[in-house]
């Protein structure tokens, strides 16, 4: 397997997201050398999909070249330098066990692009790691899944800005592109910043899988349409503020046939699955103190659906109402509850990306964002083209939820959102997602939340201290609130 022409890029990775990369890659002009630890991938894919009508990999008009080495000696040899290497692994030792072998081979000045799933800090750590070596690191978000892959993905690059303007160019033509035309790829920033990103991304897109499941078991549930009607509901609601990829396959796949004829939807076992960047999202809002509590639900929500034995076993023993109430639940009140708990998602979403990009100094530009999200990736929607509306009205906006469009829209929206989770509740229909929606929108609106009464209770047993509402902030006292803890007072820390 030699080479020719030395290739403009470099492929670790000859999965099914890693084939389709190339293939989109080498569609736009760009050669591309592939490399797999094991050979057989390489051989196949060569063999296969690397082919072209003509029967030669890589060769036809208009396309970059293809080329495969099954050692890492010669896969490195057949790159222009300064090389330029993407990984496509699995996260974790996989990455640092291929960065490893490579890394004798390699020269001052290559770049190593992470383009798995990893998390943010190791990205950090990697790219620190590296830059000691005189090398160049760019951890980069890929969102879209295998179709994007192939057709265009959701770029979210970071690292060394140093090694950006290496490969802009190829990163810009295969990404996605928006309607208007514009690409689905910008800079993120330093460091871990493109894996927080994606990060961040994937967090939402729990959120986004959630509320739609929920909404669609109230309509098949509470509002009693069968699998056809619910399919041409979510197909209505694709044409309006709704739109998006999420909602698109959902409308097609609860138009799909089991054998038998009836939905197979129903037929699918009711565990969810989740790979950590939900968990790893939720974790990191935590110790941002930052309330991403719709996200968070809707990790617990896998984690709850993956005890199946016992919630068969709990059904028979815990009971739930008497008769189902709440039933009245229309198909546009559904609409505007999933809008609403939709705009809540990523207002999270995008506070958490602000506190973050604040204690780090990454300078994230969240308009610049929201457009690298509007097409290609998962959660990828008209409504995002609004988010960087939002952005450009206000750069600094605290959250989306006071942006004069996303208000109205939550002002429109809302008592449709409380008709919903009180139907579901009275009716045993569990909703934790859409339920955190409504308590973050009634809790931020708030202008006086009872924490008052958590912090006498605090200052009662632990003398944790508190402030007054008619004296300065940040000034602090203590009760002895049974005439026996004297004077001495706990530190005034936040965990």
Not at 17 to 41: C, E, K, T, W, Y
Request: with cysteine; glycine share 12%; hydrophobic share 40%.
């Amino acid at each position: 397997m030699g080479t020719m022409t030395k290739a403009d890029l470099g492929l670790v990775g000859l999965a099914v997201m890693g084939q389709n990369l190339v293939l989109n890659i080498s569609d736009h002009g760009f050669s591309v050398a592939v490399h797999n630890r094991s050979p057989g991938p390489i051989r196949d894919f060569l063999s296969g999909p690397a082919t072209d009508r003509a029967g030669t990999a890589g060769t036809q008009k208009g396309k970059g070249r293809i080329t495969g080495s099954e050692t890492a000696e010669e896969f490195v040899a057949s790159l222009s330098c300064p090389r330029k290497i993407v990984l496509l692994v699995k996260a974790g030792s996989a990455v640092d066990d291929t960065i490893a072998r490579l890394l004798p081979l390699l020269e001052k000045g290559d770049l190593i692009i992470d383009g798995g799933n990893s998390f943010w800090a190791d990205t950090e750590r990697r790219a620190g790691e590296l830059a000691a070596k005189g090398l160049r690191f760019i951890g980069s978000g890929v969102s879209g899944g295998e179709e994007g892959a192939r057709s265009g993905p959701s770029l979210m690059p970071g690292g060394d800005p140093e090694a950006w303007p290496l490969v802009r160019d190829i990163f810009a033509a295969i990404s996605a592109k928006t309607p208007g035309g514009e690409s689905c790829c910008a800079w993120m920033g330093p460091g871990g910043a493109g894996h927080y990103v994606k990060m961040v991304h994937n967090g939402i897109e729990y959120g986004d899988m959630e509320i739609i499941a929920e909404t669609w078991q109230i309509m098949r549930d509470l509002a009693g349409l069968d699998a056809d009607a619910m399919a041409k509901a979510f197909a209505e609601w694709n044409r309006g503020e709704l739109e998006s990829y999420l909602i698109e396959i959902t409308s097609k796949i609860l138009a799909v046939k089991d054998a038998d004829g009836s939905p197979l939807v129903e037929k699918i076992l009711d565990a969810a699955g989740q790979k950590g960047t939900g968990k790893w999202t939720s974790q990191e809002a935590l110790d941002a103190g930052i309330p991403l509590t719709l996200v968070t639900e809707a990790v617990y929500a896998r984690a709850l659906s993956s005890l199946l034995d016992e919630r068969r076993a709990a059904s028979a023993i815990l009971s739930g109402p008497k008769g189902v109430f709440g039933a009245n639940v229309s198909v546009e009140d559904l609409r505007k509850a999933l809008l609403a708990a939709k705009i809540v998602s990523y207002a999270q979403g995008f506070m958490l990306l602000r506190e973050t990009s604040t204690n780090r100094r990454w300078n994230l530009d969240f308009g610049s964002i929201a457009m690298t999200w509007r097409g290609g990736c998962i959660i990828r929607s008209a409504f995002l083209g609004r988010i960087k509306e939002a952005f450009d009205r206000k750069s600094d906006l605290p959250s989306l939820m006071v942006d004069a469009y996303f208000a109205k829209v939550l002002g429109d929206c809302q008592q449709s959102l409380r008709g919903v989770v009180a139907a579901a509740s009275l009716a045993g229909v569990p909703v934790p997602a859409l339920s955190a929606a409504l308590a973050f929108y009634d809790g931020y609106r708030s202008s006086r939340l009872p924490a008052n009464l958590i912090q006498a209770q605090r200052d009662w047993f632990g003398a944790h201290t508190y402030e007054r509402v008619d004296r300065p902030r940040g000034e602090f006292f203590h009760t002895d609130w049974i005439g026996s803890g004297g004077a001495a007072v706990s530190g005034t820390y936040n965990a």
